[in-house]
């Protein structure tokens, strides 16, 4: 069983109210998404982990999800190349920040693209959405990489979401949170599959700390379905994180 040690956060600039977003839910309000945000490192305070929280960065309005930037596993660290020009420039002001914790870095170049959002451990397994922010190359030269490194990985299409872990979350012990398509997808089949309903669909968007589970408020059959595995559920309110998403894409 996997223990996570250190989580990396970065503070919401004041330019994420104009980030990317097809939400249709208005705009986020600054203040209160500070304050959930804040709602969340606190989470996070209670399972067991070193924060790290970087400064704000204005000149990326996305840069708080630090985690498409940065693919972390056990063995190395790899610097992605988003897939949205707005964010390109942004991964490369993690590299000083993966040395404090990896000897190894690895880099995505172009003509690859890769968003970490679109990628999901499952052990020594790396699942890899192949998506608009994440193309066929971006997601050879992961799996190249962590081949190097001892690990695998295998491209899942995405017909309909934006990212892989936009409808699915490995909870371990063989559990498998999944929304939408990815219900049925085959290669995940072989996983006990608690369903996130249509109605309850951005519950997906949650995480395994440390045998915690933090996921968003208000969603009450996710959560109950999630206690009865066994698990500490933490809900955080993210009213203003969900205005700031991209939630269907086109059928590639």
Same mark, same amino acid.
């Given at each position: 069983?996997?223990?996570?040690?250190?989580?990396? !956060? =970065? %503070?919401? !600039?004041?330019?994420?109210?104009?980030?990317?977003? +097809?939400?249709? #839910?208005?705009?986020?309000?600054?203040?209160? #998404? @500070?304050?959930? *945000? /804040?709602?969340?490192?606190?989470?996070?305070? %209670? !399972?067991?982990?070193?924060?790290?929280? @970087?400064?704000? #960065?204005?000149?990326?309005?996305?840069?708080?999800?630090?985690?498409?930037?940065?693919? &972390? %596993?056990?063995? &190395?660290?790899?610097? %992605?190349?988003?897939?949205?020009?707005?964010? &390109?420039?942004? $991964?490369?002001?993690?590299?000083?920040?993966? =040395? =404090?914790?990896?000897? *190894?870095?690895? !880099?995505?170049? $172009?003509?690859?693209?890769?968003?970490?959002?679109?990628?999901?451990?499952?052990?020594? *397994?790396?699942?890899?959405?192949? +998506?608009? =922010?994440?193309?066929?190359?971006?997601?050879?030269?992961?799996?190249?990489?962590?081949?190097?490194?001892?690990?695998?990985?295998?491209?899942?299409?995405?017909?309909?979401?934006?990212?892989?872990?936009?409808?699915?979350?490995?909870?371990?012990?063989?559990?498998? @949170?999944?929304?939408?398509?990815?219900? +049925?997808?085959?290669?995940?089949?072989?996983?006990?599959?608690?369903?996130?309903?249509?109605?309850?669909?951005?519950?997906?968007?949650?995480?395994?700390?440390?045998? /915690?589970?933090?996921?968003?408020?208000?969603?009450?059959?996710?959560?109950?379905?999630?206690?009865?595995?066994?698990?500490?559920?933490?809900?955080?309110?993210? +009213?203003?994180?969900?205005? *700031?998403?991209?939630?269907?894409?086109?059928? $590639?």
């Amino acid at each position: 069983m996997r223990k996570f040690e250190h989580v990396v !956060c =970065r %503070t919401p !600039c004041s330019q994420i109210v104009n980030g990317i977003t +097809s939400a249709n #839910l208005g705009k986020p309000i600054y203040k209160e #998404l @500070l304050d959930q *945000h /804040n709602s969340y490192i606190r989470a996070l305070q %209670t !399972c067991e982990v070193d924060i790290t929280i @970087l400064p704000s #960065l204005e000149d990326y309005p996305d840069s708080v999800f630090v985690e498409d930037v940065a693919l &972390c %596993t056990p063995k &190395c660290a790899i610097v %992605t190349l988003p897939g949205a020009d707005s964010r &390109c420039g942004e $991964a490369s002001l993690m590299t000083p920040v993966l =040395r =404090r914790f990896y000897e *190894h870095i690895e !880099c995505i170049q $172009a003509p690859g693209t890769l968003d970490a959002g679109d990628v999901m451990m499952v052990g020594d *397994h790396y699942y890899i959405g192949a +998506s608009t =922010r994440t193309n066929a190359e971006g997601a050879a030269q992961l799996i190249a990489i962590l081949n190097k490194y001892g690990m695998t990985g295998s491209v899942v299409k995405l017909e309909k979401g934006l990212h892989l872990k936009t409808g699915l979350t490995y909870l371990e012990n063989n559990n498998l @949170l999944a929304a939408g398509e990815f219900i +049925s997808k085959p290669e995940f089949q072989k996983y006990n599959i608690v369903v996130v309903p249509e109605e309850e669909e951005y519950a997906a968007n949650c995480i395994w700390v440390n045998e /915690n589970v933090i996921m968003p408020a208000g969603y009450p059959i996710t959560k109950a379905n999630i206690q009865k595995l066994g698990y500490n559920v933490i809900e955080v309110n993210a +009213s203003e994180f969900r205005k *700031h998403v991209v939630v269907r894409r086109s059928v $590639a």
